[in-house]
């Protein structure tokens, strides 16, 4: 995420281990502060209220996640929608492994019903949406991809891409698999490469699949 000075990157961090640990509403200011080894003012001043900061956090994740998508569709006409999603995929997962806190406790709270969370899938999730569509409808229109359901797509896309944050600690535990590393990373992106080349490609044969 962005850069940030000393004493609001110790909050963000220290919030974010803590909402991850225990819930937004079994997490204090004090429990930040003490975690963050700050006096409880800082986080008034940064970001005003405990709500500040959760949509501080919010805010944030979802501005980069949004810029990542949208700055490889800007390349859609020169790279063409397969490499673009390509593109797209490896780039959200790589982004989620190195904000792994922010995407596991962000994406766990959009899954509830707050008034945050409708201003986000009324902002942050439908330009996420519009992007998606973009890039498939172009493939489709190119030829590129075969016909398909694109809410349906795109909802089966979105699973795939957050299963190594929603399910991480089933990947720990059962599977053996670390979901931040390197090398888990690596093989889960061309997994994903080979299915979704598998499954939409409009070519009955996708050997030449770029990451």
Same mark, same amino acid.
Request: proline share 2%; charged share 25%.
């Given at each position: 995420?962005?850069?940030?000075?000393?004493?609001?990157?110790?909050?963000?961090?220290?919030?974010?281990?803590?909402?991850? /640990?225990?819930?937004?509403?079994?997490?204090?200011?004090?429990?930040?502060?003490?975690?963050?080894?700050?006096?409880?003012?800082?986080?008034?001043?940064?970001?005003?209220?405990? *709500?500040?900061?959760?949509? @501080?956090?919010?805010?944030? @994740?979802?501005?980069?996640?949004?810029?990542?998508?949208?700055?490889?569709?800007?390349? !859609?006409?020169?790279?063409?929608?397969?490499?673009?999603? !390509?593109?797209?995929?490896?780039?959200?997962? @790589?982004?989620?492994?190195?904000?792994?806190?922010?995407?596991?406790?962000? /994406?766990?709270?959009?899954? =509830?019903?707050?008034? =945050?969370?409708?201003?986000?899938?009324?902002? @942050?999730?439908?330009?996420? #949406?519009?992007?998606?569509?973009?890039?498939?409808? #172009?493939?489709? *229109?190119?030829?590129?991809?075969?016909?398909?359901?694109?809410?349906?797509?795109?909802? *089966?896309?979105?699973?795939?891409?957050?299963?190594?944050?929603?399910?991480?600690?089933?990947?720990?535990?059962?599977?053996?698999?670390?979901? *931040?590393?390197?090398?888990? /990373?690596?093989?889960?992106?061309?997994?994903?490469?080979?299915?979704?080349?598998?499954?939409?490609?409009?070519?009955?044969?996708?050997?030449?699949?770029?990451?």
């Amino acid at each position: 995420m962005k850069p940030l000075n000393n004493t609001k990157k110790v909050i963000i961090e220290s919030a974010l281990y803590l909402f991850h /640990l225990r819930g937004f509403h079994g997490t204090s200011i004090r429990d930040i502060a003490n975690k963050a080894n700050i006096n409880p003012a800082n986080i008034s001043y940064y970001f005003k209220s405990k *709500q500040g900061l959760l949509e @501080y956090c919010f805010i944030t @994740y979802l501005e980069e996640y949004t810029h990542l998508i949208e700055k490889e569709v800007k390349q !859609l006409d020169d790279i063409g929608p397969k490499q673009c999603l !390509l593109r797209i995929i490896k780039k959200i997962l @790589y982004f989620n492994s190195e904000n792994f806190l922010a995407a596991r406790f962000i /994406l766990r709270e959009m899954a =509830l019903d707050s008034n =945050l969370n409708r201003e986000v899938l009324s902002t @942050y999730l439908a330009k996420e #949406k519009y992007l998606f569509e973009l890039v498939i409808k #172009k493939g489709i *229109q190119a030829k590129n991809f075969k016909k398909v359901s694109i809410s349906s797509f795109i909802l *089966q896309l979105k699973g795939l891409i957050t299963s190594p944050v929603f399910n991480a600690h089933y990947s720990i535990e059962v599977l053996h698999s670390f979901p *931040q590393e390197k090398y888990f /990373l690596e093989q889960y992106n061309d997994q994903m490469a080979r299915f979704i080349s598998s499954y939409l490609w409009e070519e009955t044969h996708s050997s030449r699949i770029m990451n």
